[in-house]
């Protein structure tokens, strides 16, 4: 298996598993959210962060799902701290509950991990009239992010340690619409294309990590933001795509990274001391990588975070 798997700089490589890359890390006393928490590599890296001493809370849509992970993890790792919360990122009534709740408890907030997401879906409106791939994938977790930033700026100045903001983006960054960000024609259903559309989401990921990393920086804050590439996966988030998923049965599991390697960048990026400092940045395969241009566009990035900060208004 994965004969062609080369160790980057870091260490690591494309096979390498989210336990392998955080092998030895001490993060108790570490408080995360992960979105999406209740499948595919949101749950491995609630796992994973939970295994590592993180206390894990998981945002998820399904509160049935998000229980039954919940106990997973800790039938396996008794000392292990989560809890889950109700989070629809498609709903900004949900995201704003959502931030209320958790900043009602008191809680710190060391990471904050955006990895939720829905790719390839038919042209559909969220509840807030948005194309429903950009306002999941990149406006909920835009306005969350916001809504999370004083608690991450006290716990980053209260407990001396960088806080890490960690979005989940895609390769598929790379394949957007021509105009890389549709500002005029976000809810253009004749132009639509359910691929392009999740590649101008995902590339909005990357560009908000980019925008918000200049801001922190600015502000003298110590807390990063950084985007990745989790690598293809087998995940649910084919269910969209019929004419791929038997292809994906097939060649899937020759050619596609299982769930523990998918959510190894995440959790490198999320915990390991080579990343401390590091903002701005991308990365796939838990080794620094290089976003295309338009992902490192600093215009864009500032007219998406203007034209977000209007959506949410």
């Not at 949101?42 to 001493?53: F, I, K, P």
């Not at 945002?59 to 992970?69: F, P, T």
């Amino acid at each position: 298996m994965w004969p062609f798997s080369r160790k980057g700089p870091s260490g690591f490589s494309s096979s390498s598993t989210a336990e392998e890359v955080t092998h030895g890390i001490d993060a108790s006393g570490l408080t995360a959210i992960v979105t999406g928490a209740s499948s595919g590599i949101g749950t491995e890296t609630s796992r994973v962060l939970a295994l590592r001493g993180v206390h894990v809370v998981m945002a998820v849509r399904n509160m049935a799902a998000g229980r039954d992970v919940k106990e997973a993890i800790i039938k396996e790792i008794p000392s292990a701290k989560v809890d889950a919360m109700e989070l629809d990122l498609s709903s900004m009534t949900s995201v704003r509950k959502f931030a209320k709740d958790f900043n009602s408890l008191g809680l710190p907030l060391n990471i904050l991990i955006n990895n939720a997401g829905v790719m390839a879906t038919p042209f559909m409106l969220s509840k807030d009239n948005i194309e429903l791939q950009f306002a999941t994938n990149h406006i909920g977790h835009f306005l969350l992010t916001n809504l999370l930033l004083d608690n991450m700026k006290k716990t980053a100045s209260e407990s001396k340690r960088e806080g890490r903001i960690v979005n989940v983006s895609s390769e598929a960054h790379r394949f957007p619409y021509s105009e890389g960000i549709r500002f005029d024609k976000i809810n253009d259903q004749s132009g639509y294309s359910s691929f392009r559309a999740y590649g101008q989401s995902k590339l909005a990921n990357v560009l908000h990590a980019n925008e918000l990393a200049g801001r922190l920086k600015e502000d003298a804050v110590n807390i990063t933001a950084n985007s990745l590439h989790p690598g293809a996966i087998l995940t649910n988030l084919f269910r969209h795509m019929r004419i791929v998923n038997g292809v994906v049965d097939v060649l899937g599991r020759l050619v596609l990274k299982n769930v523990q390697q998918g959510a190894a960048t995440t959790c490198y990026v999320a915990l390991h001391p080579q990343v401390k400092g590091k903002s701005g940045e991308y990365f796939s395969d838990a080794n620094l990588a290089k976003a295309t241009d338009m992902g490192r566009d600093v215009g864009l990035a500032k007219k998406l975070w203007d034209f977000s900060m209007k959506l949410v208004d």
